[in-house]
């Protein structure tokens, strides 16, 4: 199948999530969304009274506190389960989409721009490391684990890191396969590069590396995210993201309220039923082990049987793209108007 003439609507996981800026003024279109202006990104973020009421499109938990990113490069810190925010100073004002912790102290921010903001005392203050937004290829998610790390985003865009994330380089992404794409298109009988985005990645307890990407592609690392290899695929479709559950079992989420779990890796999936068509944007484990997926039109979905089947719930239709559990428990999901917190019973 030819996916060329749907790649403006077929946006990553995190891509998606900016589609919510764009209902704002009205107009959708992949140059407007993907465009980063050049003195944005190392223009200080306006610090804004209502920052906490805007659209949010990661959360992370940092120890105690949680961490949350989104809009005109803003950067929000809770340190009581999410019943207050205060906006901290950042260098960019360029939408940041996720926000990756090692630990209470370090953690990494990314987004439109191919921005890298770094932090080393718990996200009260930021530097930028890398910005490139002349290429127009944001970034939608970042991991680092030890020295190596990596971040992806549009058109293949892949930062690596080798001395844990103080400073970052761009490289190529490598497939471990002879066929890129199984219905390739050729050009004097050669594959065209590998140019779809990349939308989210997962790393399971075993250290193993899943990256979820537009057109129903998903990929595997066993190293580290140092080289990968593409997994079948169940859907034509782009996936937002990936949950390993425990062992080798997983799920993959994304357009039209898809679900598929596997139990192999990603070798093999089935479909799971979820009642809804809305575009799903994130996922999470609890540590009761309940899984919530958040979607658009207020969509949130739940399992407490390890993702063989999921509940509705939809106790408004305000657009959710991130959810987290923090230290104490407390159970926070954010979207087109900030962040708050969420009761399972609601």
Known sequence: MDFSNKRTFQFCRTLVRVLLSALFIGT????????????????????????????????????ERTVAVGWRGHILLSDNDGRSWRQVKTPTRDM?????????????????GAVILATEDGGETWELQYSAPEEERPLFDVIVTGNYGFAVGAYAKFMVTQNGGKSWQPSE???????????????????????????????????TCYIAAEAGFIFRSNDGGHTWQELPSPYEGSFFGILP??????????LRGHIFRSENGGQNWKQIETGTTALLTDAATLKNGTIIVTGMGGVILTSTDNGKS?????????????????????????????????????
Do not use: C
């Open 28 to 63: 959708i279109s992949s140059s407007l969304i993907f465009a980063a202006q050049p003195d944005r990104s190392k223009r200080a973020a306006i610090i804004m009274p209502l920052a906490a009421k805007t659209l949010i499109l990661d959360l992370v938990a940092a120890g």
């Open 245 to 254: 559950l425990d062992g080798e079992k997983l799920i993959v989420y994304g």
């Open 96 to 112: 940041l989409t996720s926000i990756y912790f090692t630990d209470d102290s370090h953690g990494w921010a990314v987004g439109h």
């Open 310 to 346: 999921f509940t509705l719930k939809q106790p408004n239709r305000v657009s959710l793209t991130s959810v987290v559990e923090t230290k104490s428990g407390a159970l926070i999901i954010a979207g087109e108007r900030g962040a708050k917190i969420h009761k399972i019973a609601e």
């Open 173 to 207: 992404f490598i497939i471990q396969q002879d066929k890129i794409v199984a219905n390739k298109a050729l050009v004097d009988e050669e594959p065209l590069p590998f140019d779809y985005h990349l939308n989210g990645i997962a790393r399971s307890a075993a250290g």
